[in-house]
């Protein structure tokens, strides 16, 4: 498998709970992460904003843990079915990223 990165060298990811399906956040991987994610099986992921590798709950010990990790048919994209620990993986204190309703 050779996974596209964009041009600046990252792929997005979407991690998603194994148990209940909720998609908890979307997030970015380099090359770096990636593999580190692939030989810890929990989540690393690059930072757009801060221009760091982060380890997801380093700081606040939510981490995420790898279930399972799948690539998209055009190998662009990453789907992360990982069981969340402590509950929260929005930076908000939410349990996922995507609580703001349009419709």
């Known amino acids: 498998m050779n996974l596209k990165f964009n041009k600046d060298g990252l792929i997005p990811v979407i991690a998603q709970d194994y148990k209940t399906g909720d998609v908890l956040m ?6 770096e992460s990636y593999k580190k994610t692939v030989e810890t099986k929990e989540m690393w992921y690059w930072s757009r904003s801060r221009k760091v590798l982060w380890h997801k709950g380093d700081t606040s010990g939510h981490v995420q843990k790898v279930k399972e990790l799948y690539y998209d048919c055009d190998a662009d ?3 992360a079915k990982i069981e969340q620990i402590g509950d929260i993986a929005c930076h908000t204190g939410n349990r996922s990223c995507f609580f703001n309703k349009v419709i």
Do not use: S
């Open 77 to 79: 994209a990453l789907l």
């Open 26 to 31: 979307l997030a970015y991987m380099n090359e």
